[in-house]
């Protein structure tokens, strides 16, 4: 996702058409969602273990090292034996098709306002780029019940169970994520996390914000010239999502080639985002990963992006320069960091980079 605050849309170009159209009815690609040039070239094979995401047991004894390796690789990995019951996730799923299955101008009445954070809506990177996406999304953050009632008056108990159950199975998973990697950079005793600004667990003191966001991608008369999602990085620590059995997720691995995320049944794809490799002072890749359609599917996916609010300090963690590196980046805050990238399209680690003053340190 884009950023959460996302930029003042009234000033960008393609701001005002907030609703997504009624995808089914389309017979075509129209033009405002027709993309030039799709570069659909991932020439690897699947199953070859150097160009697949790797996937990571949870229960295996060197998971940290595996973490490690995939997030400075890959900048993501696949969980198996994560522990969160398939049927809660089947739940999720189902809730999810039977909302986006609702008539668009029912969906219509729960929309995303410009300045908000919830509701249903358009991808939100849409402000970053020209054409539009084959894509419509639902947001929640904590109890969806304001929206949800918006969609069924009266049928959203079940809809709300689920998505409040989901969101704890998450913040779990989330918080034993977020332990394997801080020990794979290093961080591993009470004393490391607090030297680090984070609380015992490796939380950020002052708390987090952690969007559910359901996507919604129907399936396209001409999957050739439409794109689900454009390529992006996400504004996150890391983001834990569910695909379905419907591949459609790809990403750019070492900036020259598109390689897919295979469904792995019952795995959850977990991605880094920008602030985790602002954390790592660059070791860890913010994954580039964009999403393809396809004529025969709709395909859903879950994601739960785990931000820290606003006002958290984020700047690489200094147990990393004691080994002789430079800090990469300059202490921004989240928000600040938000705000950033949504005035620069999309792109603001260069924005904040310290590089050219370490260039111009070693040139003097
Ligand atoms: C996202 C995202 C991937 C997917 O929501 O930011 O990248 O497969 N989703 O839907
Ligand atoms: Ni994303």
Request: with cysteine; hydrophobic share 35%; glycine share 8%.
């Amino acid at each position: 996702m884009g950023s959460l605050t996302e930029a003042p849309r009234t000033n960008l170009p393609n701001s005002g058409h907030l609703a997504p159209p009624d995808f089914l009815s389309l017979k075509d690609v129209p033009d405002s969602y027709s993309w030039p040039q799709i570069d659909f070239n991932s020439s690897v094979g699947l199953n070859d273990p150097l160009v697949s995401v790797p996937v990571v047991d949870l229960t295996q004894p060197n998971v940290v090292k595996l973490v490690g390796r995939a997030c400075q690789e890959w900048g993501a990995f696949q969980v198996i034996n994560h522990g969160i019951p398939m049927g809660l996730i089947k739940d999720t799923e189902s809730e999810a098709r039977r909302l986006f299955s609702l008539p668009t101008e029912q969906k219509h009445k729960a929309l995303r306002p410009p300045d908000g954070s919830t509701g249903y809506g358009l991808a939100r990177i849409t402000a970053y780029f020209d054409k539009k996406m084959w894509h419509e999304g639902f947001t929640m953050m904590g109890s969806p019940v304001e929206d949800a009632s918006k969609l069924w008056p009266e049928k959203y108990k079940s809809f709300c169970d689920v998505m409040e159950e989901y969101q704890k199975e998450m913040k779990k998973l989330t918080g034993r994520l977020r332990r394997l990697i801080l020990a794979s950079l290093g961080l591993t005793t009470e004393e490391d996390l607090m030297l680090a600004g984070l609380g015992p667990s490796g939380e950020f003191t002052e708390g987090c914000i952690t969007p559910l966001q359901l996507n919604s991608y129907p399936s396209c008369p001409n999957p050739n010239r439409a794109m689900g999602l454009a390529p992006h990085t996400d504004t996150s620590i890391f983001t834990i999502l569910y695909q379905g059995d419907i591949s459609g997720l790809q990403i750019f691995r070492d900036g020259v080639q598109w390689v897919t995320v295979p469904p792995v049944p019952g795995a959850f794809v977990v991605n880094a985002g920008d602030l985790l490799h602002i954390l790592s002072n660059g070791r860890y890749t913010a994954a580039v990963h964009r999403v393809l359609v396809n004529q025969a599917y709709s395909r859903i996916s879950i994601a739960y992006f785990y931000i820290p609010t606003p006002n958290t300090q984020i700047k690489p963690f200094s147990n990393l320069l004691e080994q002789g590196d430079f800090p990469r980046y300059r202490t921004v805050s989240c928000g600040e960091y938000i705000s950033t990238k949504a005035k620069n399209q999309g792109k603001a680690l260069s924005v904040i980079s310290n590089m050219e003053q370490i260039e111009n340190h070693e040139n003097h």
